[in-house]
């Protein structure tokens, strides 16, 4: 009974580099939706993702990023050359229905840190 | 204006002490409304889920939505140390859930 999976829990990179950070939902849940959160902002919606489709990526800055959730595997969030201000906390939810906010439950998260 | 506001505190109260935590929103076509809580370093977890308006009592929590004035409270009686943490009030038009910035709560022994 695995809950929502994040890894790695911390990440560094230096600026100009690629974070990939993944996500296995619970069983169960074809749903999946990831989140960034800074200190006092709150988490902010970026993607939301089911099995090799991207729902609404309304949230996710249209530069260097990018979401996708295989038809096997786990859901990257892929940062490319990242910048200072890429440093937060990510975090992933997953739920077996849309987006009603009742079944989501989330991974503990990946924290980045740009040096 | 934001979307979704909360009072970040900090809130400190002494144990035993009710605890009240506000939110007001501006989006008339939300329709489902929750509370996360959250501890340091982990991720949020549901604690009170309310459809429309009304209350909802579970335990020592009792949440409440008026959608008439756009405003949500979450109440916590008898309030003990393992209530502190940073409580995010959340809201959802069926499409994501949006979140507010979450208030510090810390319940003192």
């Known amino acids: 009974n695995a809950g929502v999976m994040q890894n790695p829990r911390h990440l560094v990179r230096r600026r100009g580099q690629e974070a990939r950070l993944r996500c296995s939902p619970m069983k169960g849940h074809s749903h999946v939706y990831w989140y960034r959160q800074l200190p006092e902002e709150g988490l902010k919606f970026m993607v939301y993702?089911?099995?090799?489709?991207?729902?609404?990526e309304s949230g996710m800055p249209k530069e260097r990023f990018s979401a996708e959730f295989p038809k096997e595997g786990p859901s990257i969030l892929r940062i490319q050359q990242v910048v200072r201000g890429d440093s937060a906390a990510y975090f992933c939810?997953?739920?077996?229905?849309?987006?009603?906010?009742?079944?989501?439950?989330f991974g503990s998260g990946t924290r980045l840190t740009v040096v | 204006q934001k979307e979704v506001e909360q009072d970040p505190g900090p809130l400190s109260v002494p144990e035993g002490a009710i605890v009240s935590l506000n939110c007001t929103y501006s989006n008339s076509a939300f329709q489902y409304f929750m509370w996360y809580r959250q501890y340091s370093r982990k991720g949020p977890e549901l604690l009170m889920y309310?459809?429309?308006?009304g209350n909802k009592e579970d335990g020592r929590f009792t949440a409440q939505v008026d959608k008439s004035s756009k405003y949500i409270s979450l109440f916590i009686r008898d309030s003990q140390p393992s209530d502190s943490a940073t409580y995010l009030c959340a809201m959802s038009d069926g499409d994501k859930v949006i979140f507010g910035p979450g208030t510090s709560l810390s319940v003192i022994p």
């Open positions: 939810a997953s739920s077996p229905l849309t987006g009603d906010g009742s079944g989501y439950t």
């Open positions: 993702l089911q099995k090799e489709n991207i729902i609404d």
């Open positions: 309310t459809y429309s308006s």
